[in-house]
């Protein structure tokens, strides 16, 4: 997990050009500011998190770039094209998945796929094995001839996210694509989103639940009030639950070794329980599980309180609206 700070010491390797551009985008609706001179970029072959609380802008920028809403101002690039000029070049490479899906009562969920597929001019013999293959890939084969309107709102997203995928975009927005979804479509959606940017694509993903961005996102982009916002880097230190078999063996040892702690849980120090500490990263962890264990302390376990997302997002100053 990386975050998109501006740095240019830390600029990304020039290789891959950045699938989506945008600069200084912004979108009113009457009085309101959806967006406020965003900016944002995310890469081919990296998938992209948008997070951000209710009302921050994340689905008005996301139609802004699928080019179905219009900036007042600032530019957008997909693939190098711009949705409002170049509009048929731009959505030809953009695969977009609202964040409810509505579809036609009549069409089974092939037939909607197929739809797809023809206004996209797949040729119709490569339609039927791409849709096959979509329908497949989004467990959804046993339900392709059922009128797509009896579908369960999770199989519903399923199909959305097929549809999205008909014409192989280069780009591929997904707004809130988790909602709805089981544990289980989950980890799938998880998986064809890493196959997709391993193959190139760029996937720019907007979600509240921040877990599962950050199992999915390898960049993480805020936004806050229509507007890209840094939050405080997280990745260096946070705050860890240790936990052992013997909360006073635990307790005397980390005041032996001069570290700062809080109580976790457990009352009885003969008992087990847990402190909460600041770890720095990764390798504090290791140097702290080394430590201990060499102390005799009886250590169970260790992990840092939230995620690094999660801790992230805490860290904007917000509030939702
Ligand atoms: N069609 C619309 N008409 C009026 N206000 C809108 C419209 N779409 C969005 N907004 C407002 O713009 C702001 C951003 O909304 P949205 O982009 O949907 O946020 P998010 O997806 O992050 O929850 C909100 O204050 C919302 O009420
Ligand atoms: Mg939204």
Request: net charge negative; charged share 20%; hydrophobic share 45%.
């Amino acid at each position: 997990m990386s975050f998109a700070v501006a740095d240019e010491f830390l600029a990304p390797p020039p290789a891959a050009p950045p699938g989506i551009v945008v600069r200084g985008v912004s979108r009113a609706f009457g009085s309101v500011r959806a967006l406020d001179g965003i900016d944002l970029e995310a890469r081919a072959g990296r998938v992209t998190a948008l997070v951000g609380p209710n009302g921050s802008g994340k689905t008005t920028l996301l139609l802004v770039l699928a080019g179905l809403l219009v900036p007042d101002a600032g530019s957008v690039r997909i693939a190098g094209h711009d949705p409002v000029t170049e509009g048929p070049a731009a959505r030809a490479r953009t695969g977009w998945m609202p964040d409810a899906f509505g579809t036609w009562d009549s069409l089974t969920a092939r037939q909607v796929l197929l739809t797809f597929a023809a206004a996209y001019r797949i040729p119709p013999v490569t339609a039927r094995l791409r849709v096959d293959e979509l329908l497949a890939t989004v467990h959804l084969t046993e339900f392709a001839d059922r009128p797509a309107s009896v579908l369960s709102r999770g199989q519903k997203q399923r199909l959305g996210l097929a549809r999205a995928l008909v014409h192989q975009p280069d780009v591929l927005l997904l707004d809130e694509p988790a909602s709805g979804l089981d544990p289980r479509s989950r980890v799938d959606l998880r998986l064809l989103l890493r196959r997709l940017a391993d193959d190139g694509c760029t996937v720019l993903v907007s979600s509240h639940v921040l877990a599962e961005l950050e199992e999915m996102a390898d960049d993480a982009v805020f936004i806050s009030r229509g507007r890209t916002v840094v939050p405080t880097p997280v990745t260096t230190q946070s705050t860890w639950h240790v936990r052992a078999l013997s909360l006073g063996a635990l307790t005397t040892w980390l005041t032996s070794v001069g570290a700062t702690w809080q109580p976790g849980d457990g009352s009885s120090p003969d008992g087990p329980g847990s402190v909460l500490m600041e770890v720095s990263g990764e390798a504090g962890a290791a140097a702290l599980v080394r430590d201990a264990v060499a102390a005799g302390v009886p250590l169970t376990s260790l992990g840092p309180v939230t995620g690094s997302l999660e801790q992230a997002y805490l860290t904007l100053e917000e509030e939702r609206r």
